[in-house]
């Protein structure tokens, strides 16, 4: 019987190896998938982790059905993240510490949280699946700039085994040291990220493998902007000077 493994922000100990990905992705990543809202059977590794925003591909292949679900999520207590209900949260700048048993680990207001699921006889021995992410602010930062999580090897390297491996998920967060590898499953993004940025950071899980002719993509963007206050101030002072504009007209 197949188990799952749930990672919530993972912290391993392995020998540094940096691990370089053979498969290759160009331009920018937006948002993709199925369908947008409740994706009921995820937890993403945590309890009260929210799961009614997540952008889900489900594809069957032969006998095997690939569930993949990406959302993001404030972390903790920090603010809820909105969204437009077509794959763009919107998340406030600013890190802090964690929760209970994070005290010492400082991370951005936000999480990013993955789902991958194989139903069928299939298992990660089937598949290869990928997390593309990326620490650049900029708009449209180009796919070859990304991280890349690499899934597969991951469960390896933590002792698990692809054949009895059908189910993944979890919620991170982008200072989260590992990410910024190299670790044998990661392929780090150039640059530090820096949680104060206002910009756009973009994810994509990507399945390939089995008999599929085409990779399984499920892709969401983060855009980090004011505070509400900021931007009530920023519409109060435009207001203003468009009263004062009609005052002198």
Request: zero cysteines.
């Amino acid at each position: 019987m197949k188990h799952s493994m749930k990672w919530v922000g993972l912290v391993v100990i392995v020998p540094v190896l940096f691990l370089s990905t053979e498969t290759t992705y160009a331009t920018p990543i937006d948002p993709s998938f199925g369908t947008f809202g409740e994706l009921a059977e995820a937890t993403f590794g945590g309890s009260g982790i929210p799961k009614h925003s997540v952008a889900i591909t489900t594809i069957v292949d032969g006998a095997n059905t690939i569930t993949l679900g990406l959302s993001a999520h404030g972390r903790f207590s920090n603010p809820v993240l909105t969204n437009n209900g077509a794959g763009t949260f919107f998340a406030e700048r600013g890190a802090n510490f964690g929760g209970a048993g994070e005290s010492t680990i400082e991370g951005a207001l936000w999480n990013f949280s993955y789902f991958i699921k194989i139903d069928g006889p299939g298992s990660f021995a089937d598949y290869v699946v990928e997390l593309l992410y990326d620490f650049d602010p900029g708009v449209d930062t180009d796919t070859a700039d990304h991280g890349i999580l690499d899934f597969n090897s991951a469960i390896v390297t933590l002792g698990g085994s692809l054949a009895a491996t059908s189910l993944v998920e979890g919620s991170e967060n982008l200072l989260f040291g590992f990410l910024s590898g190299p670790l044998p499953f990661i392929t780090p993004p150039s640059g530090p990220f820096d949680p104060n940025a206002l910009g756009e950071y973009s994810f994509a899980l990507i399945a390939t493998g089995g008999t599929l002719s085409d990779p399984v993509v499920s892709a969401i963007n983060v855009e980090v902007v004011p505070e509400p206050a900021t931007m009530a101030l920023v519409g109060a002072g435009v207001a203003a000077m468009a009263a004062r504009r009609k005052r002198i007209v």
